[in-house]
Every structure is written in C-alpha cells, then in structure tokens.
C-alpha cells in the first residue's frame, strides 16, 4: 500500500517562500514518478510541477516556472516544492501525487497515488 503525505503548507506575505515536502512510503516509490498538483475551491485540480525517479526530467506549470522547483531525495522516500516569490493567486490546497511509471508528466489522470493535501494561504 502506497501513502502520500504531504507537509509545509501555511501562510505567507506576497513575496515569500515556503517549501512544501511530500514523503511516500510504501513498495518502490523511489521509482515513481511525482507530482504538485492544486486547487481552489470550486476550480479543477490544476499541474504544478512533476519530476521523474531519477530526478532528471521535470516540468512545470508555465505560470510556475522561475518560480517553483521541484526536487527529490530517494534516500529518504521524499519530493519538495521549494516556492519562491508567492502570490495571493497562489494560495490553495496543494496535493502530491505519485505515478507507478517513472516518467514524468502533467497529465493529472496517470497518478496512481494522492495526498490529501496541505493548504498555501498568501495574504498581500
């Protein structure tokens, strides 16, 4: 059984950081691939970041990039958000998600596994 656990999430000024972590645990999740994923209320769940097993091979959201970086220790079974210069537009829930392939990718239907999220709140 695969868990996501997502940790991090709180509130900020416009303009600072926050780093959100995301632990998987459970069989192979070091050869997942991972995702950020986000959502507002009453809005669809929207792509944030992903990145591969390897930790080659990651994409973001074109109104993330520059902004956002998505990394991953394997040793310790965790993936982070580093979040810099943040918008009032930013705030939502924020879900990790891990996919069984270990390709990378936007496409929020290929996860396999979710959290239940953390919230981003950035006040202006």
């Known amino acids: 059984q695969v868990q996501v656990v997502e940790s991090g999430g709180g509130l900020v000024q416009a303009g600072g950081s926050l780093r959100l972590s995301c632990a998987a645990s459970?069989?192979?999740?070091?050869?997942?691939?991972m995702g950020w994923f986000r959502q507002a209320p009453g809005k669809e769940r929207e792509f944030v970041a992903a990145?591969?097993?390897?930790?080659?091979?990651?994409y973001y959201a074109a109104s993330m990039k520059g902004r956002f970086t998505i990394s991953r220790a394997n040793a310790q079974n965790t993936v982070y958000l580093e979040m810099n210069s943040l918008k009032p537009e930013d705030t939502d829930v924020y879900y990790c998600?891990?996919?069984?392939?270990?390709?990378?990718?936007?496409?929020?239907?290929?996860?396999?596994?979710w959290g239940q999220g953390t919230q981003v709140t950035v006040s202006s």
């Open positions: 998600a891990a996919r069984q392939s270990g390709a990378a990718t936007k496409e929020i239907r290929e996860y396999d596994y």
């Open positions: 459970g069989r192979a999740t070091r050869s997942y691939a």
């Open positions: 990145i591969g097993w390897s930790g080659t091979g990651t």
